[in-house]
């Protein structure tokens, strides 16, 4: 456990009354400015030249499974009577889920004043982002003749003399995923204007200097401009908040509005949402404990910002584990035959190492954030958030899968087992989301100049009201 | 602001300073010494300054919330014409206008016109982007992204006058003062971009062009398939061969031990013929077959099930022909259905004089006494294997002999030379010839006294010009032959 | 970044922080006349019960109890959450929720009868009636196997337990604040933060039992995993409201005047505005799935609340507990006003009684031969009516007396400074 606190300050230690401070270190606003650039200015390092190349390849992959599969039909997938939905539609889940943490970092953390939220909210957002365009590769790809996904749109065509089917919960989906990405690359994109102008002001290049300055729409930093932008970032976190609830709520109505034992539940909203953000942060924290000391951004991403974000994985773990709890109470309760063989099925069914796998990394693993020990330590931290995102994706699969797989007529139960299309597709899908991400890191502020310098100012003039006392310094 | 071309617009005048605070006593001071036209520029936002510098409060909220009403009402009008007026259309019995499964899109949209709202309402608000502006000028200004703060005050203002700005921001502490000029650097774009630009724009042109094109042409190549399959499917006939299965048949018959929708409406009485509750009690394993047979589509059972009855009817053949003490055969033993199912009447008799007439006239006649066209054929040219049809009006026949069940199974399997017409008539069209070739029967032995007095006459009539008839036709026959007879010798 | 200086924090015994005379006189009236309206509301309940309506003088009861309940523990929830995310800004308005918050221990009390109508068969839970099942030919194994959760020995072990968790958390920690009045010992911050993980686990888990026993098992052979939150929903949009009110009442009375600025009336704002939007989530989402499966186990619920004059009550809901709320709490300049905001808050206190009375009243109905849930006449609102405002009054009264003997704001709490000087951005 080699944790650099610069000087000697741990800041997960809060005396009530005071507050913790979130920058680190004898910090100024041009120190932030220079840890931020530096990791897009400098020039690329071997290991992101070769993790660049990894996910490219990845990513090459994607493309030409996805390139078989329009030529070859949907046959080469695992899917098959009565499991239609299959692996697809698992990664998609997963992937929306992920793409909740980046919003609700910026949006309701925004909203509810928590101010850690700062250093990682850009890198999340940008998270979210990609995590979208993964997730909508997979619909789109599932639909069977994918070349005619837009006949999803409500457009007035003149071959097919039709209009979509809005009483479907598949559309909604189109709707609130499509909405979703609009919204959150709005809100990411406009949150990067001032950093885009810092780094427009800082371009020795003139090429470099003219594509930020175009990039941040001629930012000039005045407080006119502030005060507007600032009312229209509040609005749109108000607005993404409710939004990021909407699109995991609709995804798990897709599942919630059917017949199907085990979908048929009322509780998937909520729980869906709050499986979402845990999953979420648990691939913040991946990336974000690896890459704050790769880009050495310690002072910045403190263990504070670990511990806040392992805290809300334990809450919204527990969650997720009292709404499984739930489901199987209510199962027992309501008698109803079906459901209930759902539910044992999933338990102790062909799918019980799935559903076992599920309930140890998402309701077991995270209880050990009750220890602040682990809490504050990176490499558990990272262990813990991995096996969240393993559980996560098998929450997804145990849903799909299990349900679909033995439904009301026996006659057609089958197993499910996936082809190598479906392997490569999870892992090409991986290879997208870092080849984005990596790229997002030497190309754009992966942390919000802006809002840090403004939280810095806050600390200095807390720190001065409260008459910033030596005991504030000492070490815990 | 004037743009008279002298040396350098001066726009106005700006400070810096490097903290927060300084930045907003200056603010304050300025102010309170009556500016109106200032503006402060700072790398983060800075709370208060509004204040500080009497900035007005925004109109952004009242945009976004336009344009989230508009959101909602577009959302629910698209849905309610699409799904409720211009193209109804059924699905999980869900009402057409349902407004629960509107308002998720309508939330949706809602949501998104508000973010555009305030996304596109704060940047025309804040009259951005603008590329170009008069502060760039200075590269000290290059710091207000990173760690400055600077003070403006615009040569417009009413109260401006550049040395008493001056000595007032110095007066706050300003390590740097400056004018602001107008920006005279070079306002040409570099070449290359154009080219970049431009290049990009003919690359992206090409293939919506190329879709286009394609839309508004004919084309005399056939249209590409990407699933062939799919466009051409490989559905087959019913009478055409396949390899998918053994048997070679693309017709499926149906699977053994299942029963198909819309099947086992009848009963296996009415199926056989037989009187399956007394068969149970003597012969179980034949009811069983009967089971798998009629009602489980087992062929093979079907199969065993014809083969006895056929054999046994050869043999009950050959019996009566051999010895009346041939121990009782299969035909005998099985006990029958006494009385037709089906309820006769006039109906059910047209149906089956129809059908008798279609079918079984042939060879049994019109009237039943077997003599129809087949058999006068066959016995015009002698045929040696020929076996004359039964007539319909010996006593063997008669209900209290043969019962309408066995006279069912007859028609049904056949006996001796004859096939079995399961396969041709329908199971109540064979019921029902059963029941007309009673009244076949009963037509043969009637005695006039049941025919009703007012009728009596008229049918006396009919009897008296049929006998006529019937003679007339004898006698032509036996011209005809007479001629015939001649006309070989 | 204020202009202004921060004001000091006042001294300890200052009159700002004690619960002003002309309130501490409403004590006895309030009790009294609680307790007498109860009483009234519950012979008048009584005496409306039929044949058709058997049920309806203990439900009348219920809905009362219910709704003051999940104020309560919507009071108690907040007290924990502020602990859990070390709240600064709403230390001046904790006291008024945990003087709310404590009344979970005599709620416990006003808990008997319904516990007693349990072992009495078929006063209140139609699953005490032995001979439910038979009646509505039900399968006899299933319902075996569902009497063993709804049965009274277990049903009164439950309760135990639910209110033994709240009880001890709302003891815990209205002793920990309150002692920190007189030791203004730090510590003692740390040590409720410390417990409150756990505590929000302990507390949701039994507040979705509690749900399911007393709101859900009014109709036996109903189910919705969803039904715990959405009384939690209502419960905590309630409580917030709550403790705006009193809040408010507190300082038009003369207490906290400095304290509680238009700050906290914003952020309350905010949390109504939330959570007006939080219940309309969880209901609708509730409904959407069970309109959307319709599947007759699970519609009959909604069905006997859109017959007689439920169906009314029903779409009243939408408008009053979600529209009419949510455009008026929507603005900044509304929710920054005290009195506008403690108008809202008294407002949304009605409907939420009205959403309590719709879960619960519809069940009192004769079940065996469908009849039509009914209000049973202007005498049964009245009596309904009666009851409600009785035992609010008597619990009122309760909190006036309790914080009469304290002090209404947490005088010694560390974080009390950070809350005054407060500001919204």
New interface residues.
């Given amino acids: 456990m080699s944790l650099a606190i610069p000087n000697g300050l741990d800041n997960t230690v ?6 913790a401070p979130l920058v680190l270190g004898e910090t ?3 120190d932030i ?1 220079e840890a931020v650039c530096k990791v897009a200015e400098r020039p690329p390092s071997k290991g992101w030249i070769g993790g660049f190349l990894v996910a490219f390849a990845l990513l090459q992959m994607l493309g030409l499974l996805i390139v078989y599969l ?2 070859t ?1 949907v046959g080469v997938w695992g899917n098959r009577a009565p499991i239609f939905w299959g692996w697809p539609i698992v990664n998609f889940v997963f992937w929306v889920g992920i793409g909740h943490a980046g919003t609700l970092i910026s949006a309701i953390l925004f ?3 928590q101010e850690w939220r700062t250093s990682i909210n850009r890198a999340a957002e940008a998270m979210t982002i990609f995590a979208v365009a993964c997730a909508g590769t997979f619909p789109g790809i599932h639909v069977g ?1 994918a ?1 005619l996904a837009f006949w999803l749109a ?1 457009y007035p065509s003149l071959n097919l003399w ?8 598949l ?2 989906d189109v ?2 995923v499509s ?1 979703y990405g ?2 959150s690359l ?2 990411w994109y ?1 949150g990067m204007v ?1 950093d885009l ?2 780094f ?3 371009s020795k290049n ?2 470099r200097r ?1 594509a930020y ?2 990039l941040c ?16 970032y ?3 976190a108000a ?2 908040a ?2 990021v ?2 699109v995991h ?2 995804v798990s ?1 897709d599942f ?4 199907v034992p085990g979908w ?7 729980y869906f949402v709050a499986g979402a953000i845990f999953s979420g942060f648990a691939m913040v924290l991946t990336l974000m404990v690896p890459a704050r000391q790769m880009l050495n951004l310690e002072k910045l991403i403190t263990i504070r910002h670990l511990e806040n974000m392992c805290k809300i994985i ?2 919204t773990g ?2 997720v584990g ?2 499984y709890g ?2 199987f109470f ?1 199962a027992w ?4 035959p079906a459901e209930q063989f759902a539910f044992l099925n999933r338990a102790f069914g062909p799918y019980a190492w799935a559903y076992w796998t599920m309930i140890s990394c998402n309701v077991i693993s995270p209880q050990i954030f ?1 220890f602040k020990k682990a809490r504050t330590t990176p490499w558990i931290i990272v262990v813990v958030s991995i096996f969240v995102n393993i559980g996560m994706w098998f929450e997804r699969f145990v849903i799909v899968i299990s349900s679909l797989s033995r439904d009301y007529l026996p006659s057609a139960w089958a197993y499910f087992s996936p082809t190598w299309v479906d392997w490569g597709m999870l892992i090409g899908s991986f290879g997208l989301f870092f080849t984005l991400f990596l790229l997002f890191c030497r190309t754009l502020p992966v942390i919000n ?3 840090v ?2 939280t810095l ?2 600390q200095e ?1 807390m720190a001065h ?1 409260h008459g910033h006392g030596e005991e504030a310094g000492e070490g815990h | 602001m004037s743009e008279t071309k002298i040396e350098t617009t001066v726009h106005g005048m700006m400070a810096e300073f490097t903290t ?1 605070d300084s930045l907003l006593s200056a603010c304050r001071r300025v102010r309170d010494a009556g500016y109106t036209k200032t ?8 709370h208060g ?2 204040k500080a ?1 009497g ?1 007005k409060p ?1 109109v ?2 009242w945009i ?1 919330l336009i344009a ?1 009403a508009t959101g909602t009402c577009i959302a629910l009008a ?2 309610i014409w ?2 409720s007026i ?2 109804k ?1 059924i ?2 019995g ?1 009402p057409f206008l ?1 407004l629960p ?2 308002i ?2 309508a ?3 809602t ?2 016109l ?3 709202g ?2 596109f ?3 025309a ?2 009259g ?6 008069p ?2 000028t200075d590269p000290r200004f ?6 400055r703060f ?1 003070l403006y005050v615009d040569a417009s203002d009413e109260r401006y006058d550049a040395a008493g700005v001056r000595s007032l921001m110095a007066d706050t502490g300003s390590d740097y003062i400056n004018e602001v000029v107008e920006d005279d650097s070079p306002k040409e774009v ?1 070449k290359p ?1 154009f080219l970049i630009w431009g290049l990009s724009v003919a690359a992206s042109l090409v293939p919506l062009i190329c879709i286009l094109t394609m839309r508004v042409t004919n084309s005399s190549q056939p249209r590409f398939h ?2 062939f399959d ?1 466009d051409f499917s490989p559905a087959k006939d019913a009478q055409q061969v396949t390899s998918l299965f053994v048997d070679n048949r693309a017709m499926r018959s149906d699977v053994p031990g299942t029963v198909a929708r819309g099947q086992m409406e009848e009963s296996l009485d009415m199926l056989t013929g037989i009187d399956v509750e007394a068969l149970t009690l003597t012969d179980p394993p034949r009811v069983e077959r009967l089971v798998r047979a009629y009602m489980q589509a087992d062929d093979q059972a079907k199969a065993e099930e014809q083969e006895t009855l056929e054999k046994e009817a050869e043999a009950t053949d050959e019996a009566t022909e051999a010895a009346e003490a041939a121990p009782a055969s299969v035909m005998d033993t099985t006990p029958w259905v006494e009385k037709n199912p089906l309820t006769v009447d006039a109906d059910l008799l047209a149906t089956g004089q129809q059908q008798f007439a279609i079918y079984c006239s042939v060879c049994h006649g019109m009237d039943g006494y077997g003599n129809g066209l087949v058999n006068q054929r066959a016995q015009s040219i002698s045929a040696p294997t020929w076996v004359p049809p039964a007539s319909m009006h010996q006593e063997t026949l008669y209900a209290d002999k043969y019962p309408d069940g066995k006279l069912f199974s007859t028609i049904s399997n056949g006996i001796r030379k004859m096939p079995g017409y399961a396969g041709q008539i329908k199971l109540k069209d064979r019921w029902a010839i059963v029941a007309y070739v009673r009244a076949l029967q009963k037509s043969q032995n009637a005695s006039l006294d049941l025919v009703p007095d007012a009728k009596k006459a008229a049918v006396e009539k009919a009897v008296e010009e049929a006998k006529a008839e019937l003679k007339r036709q004898a006698e032509e026959a036996e011209k005809a032959a007479a001629a015939r007879q001649q006309a070989q010798q | ?1 204020s202009e202004h200086a ?1 004001p000091a924090v006042k001294p300890a015994d200052d009159p700002a922080f004690q619960l002003p005379a002309s309130l501490r006189s409403l004590q006895m009236p309030l009790l009294g006349g609680g307790l007498v309206a109860l009483l009234i509301g519950m012979g008048l309940a009584f005496s409306v019960s039929d044949a058709d309506m058997p049920r309806f003088g203990m439900s009348a009861y219920l809905t009362a109890f219910l709704y003051v309940l999940t104020i309560v523990l919507g009071c108690l929830f907040f007290v924990l959450i502020q602990h859990l ?2 709240a ?1 800004w709403s230390v001046v308005v904790r006291r008024v929720a945990e003087c709310i918050m404590i009344m979970t221990v005599p709620m416990a009390f006003l808990f008997l009868p319904i516990l007693f109508s349990v072992f009495s068969e078929g006063a209140l839970f139609i699953w005490t009636d032995p001979e439910y099942a038979s009646k509505l030919h039900l399968d006899e194994n ?1 319902w075996e ?2 009497k063993l ?1 709804l049965n009274a020995p277990f049903f009164l072990l439950r309760a135990l337990i639910y209110f033994g968790i709240w009880g001890a958390l709302a003891v815990y920690y209205w002793r920990g604040s309150v002692n920190q009045d007189e030791t203004g010992e ?1 510590a003692a ?2 040590r409720m ?1 410390y417990w409150s ?1 756990p505590a929000v ?1 302990a507390f ?2 039994s507040l ?1 039992f509690a749900a ?1 026993d007393w709101g859900m098992s009014l109709a036996p052979m109903w ?7 959405y009384m939690f929903a209502g419960g905590i949009l309630a409580a917030h409201c709550a403790i705006t009110l009193m809040t408010y009442v507190l300082q038009r009375a003369g207490a906290l005047k400095e304290e509680v600025t238009p700050e906290h009336y914003h952020d309350l704002g ?1 949390y109504i505005f939330g959570f007006v ?1 939080f219940w309309t ?2 209901s609708f ?2 409904y ?3 309109w ?2 319709n ?1 007759p ?1 699970e519609t009959e619920w909604f069905f006997s609340r859109q017959e007689g004059g439920f169906g009314y009550l029903s779409i009243g809901l939408i408008f009053f507990h979600w529209l009419l709320p949510f455009f008026g709490t929507m603005s900044r300049h509304v929710r920054r006003r005290p009195g506008v905001m403690a108008f809202w808050a008294a407002y949304i206190l009605v409907v939420h009684f009205i959403d309590i009375y719709w879960i619960v009243m519809p069940e009192a109905r004769m079940v065996e031969h469908h009849t039509i849930p009914g209000f049973g006449g202007a005498l049964g609102i009245l009596a309904s009516l009666l009851c409600v405002v009785g035992m609010t009054a008597l619990v009122v009264g309760l909190v006036l007396r309790v914080a009469g003997g304290n002090r209404v704001v947490p005088v010694r ?3 009390l ?2 809350s005054i ?1 407060f500001e919204n ?1």
């Fill in positions: 809060e005396r009530p009354g005071e507050r100024t606003y041009h400015t329009i030529y039909g909203l509810f004043r003749r070349w409500p039709m209009w979509p089917q809005f009483r479907s919960p559309l909604w709707f609130a909405t609009t919204v709005l809100f406009m001032p102008a810092t427009r002001d800082r003139k090429y003219m300055g175009i729409l001629g930012w000039s930093g005045s407080s006119r401009h502030w005060m507007r932008y600032e009312k229209a509040a609005i749109l607005l993404a409710p939004l609830l909407s709520t609709i109505f919630a509005v059917s017949q048929h539940t009322t509780i998937f909203p909520p334990l809450a527990s969650i009292l709404a739930t489901e209510i309760y309501g008698q109803v009750w100049m802006a809002e310098k403004a100012a806050k003039h009201l | 927060v503006d402060a520029y700072t790398p983060f936002p800075v300054i509004d510098l900035i925004t952004l909220p976004c989230g698209m849905q699409m799904n211009d193209y259309y699905i999980s869900k349902s499964a509107f998720p899109v939330f949706e949209l949501i998104l508000a973010s555009f305030a996304f309402g704060m940047w608000l804040n951005l982007p603008k590329f170009s502006n502060m760039f290059d710091r207000a992204t990173d760690d600077f570099p971009v990407i699933f799919m | 970044m921060a995310v070390r600064g299933m196997t569902k959760f730090r911050t740390d933060q993980g686990m949701s888990l979705s399911f189910f919705s995993t969803m039904f715990g939150v905010k939007v989530y969880i989402s509730q959407m799935l069970i959307y499966g599947i186990e709490d560390p974080r400074r950070e000087i951005i």
